[in-house]
Nanobody, 119 residues
Framework: QVQLVESGGGLVQPGGSLRLSCAAS????????MCWYRQAPGQHRELIANINPTGHATYDNSVMGRFSISRDNAKNEVNLDMKSLQTDDTANYSCSAVVSLSSTSGISWGQGTQVTVSS
């Protein structure tokens, strides 16, 4: 079994910064693309950032230039550095990863971490 655990959420003032982390654990052989999603109340979940195993990253326009995704392949970890946070960034943030085990592979999800941007 694979487990993804997010950390780093919390309350931050508008204009502030926050770093989210997501670590994958289990009998992992390899990890492919890793992503961050977010879901605001009453909204659909949206993909905001993706990073492939070689470090190539893509972003949704809503976070381009403010958020930065990175990964540590040795730790099977993906991070999301968020700056210039706005109230519209308030959401539950979750990570996903394409994880390969010895006999199978698939997409695993974390439980999510809440980010609230408010004064």
């Amino acid at each position: 079994q694979v487990q993804l655990v997010e950390s780093g959420g919390g309350l931050v003032q508008p204009g502030g910064s926050l770093r989210l982390s997501c670590a994958a654990s289990g009998r992992i052989v390899s990890v492919g693309d890793m992503c961050w999603y977010r879901q605001a109340p009453g909204q659909h979940r949206e993909l905001i950032a993706n990073i492939n195993p070689t470090g190539h990253a893509t972003y949704d326009n809503s976070v381009m230039g403010r958020f930065s995704i990175s990964r540590d392949n040795a730790k099977n970890e993906v991070n999301l550095d968020m700056k210039s946070l706005q109230t519209d960034d308030t959401a539950n943030y979750s990570c996903s990863a394409v994880v390969s085990l010895s006999s199978t592979s698939g997409i695993s999800w974390g439980q999510g971490t809440q980010v609230t941007v408010s004064s």
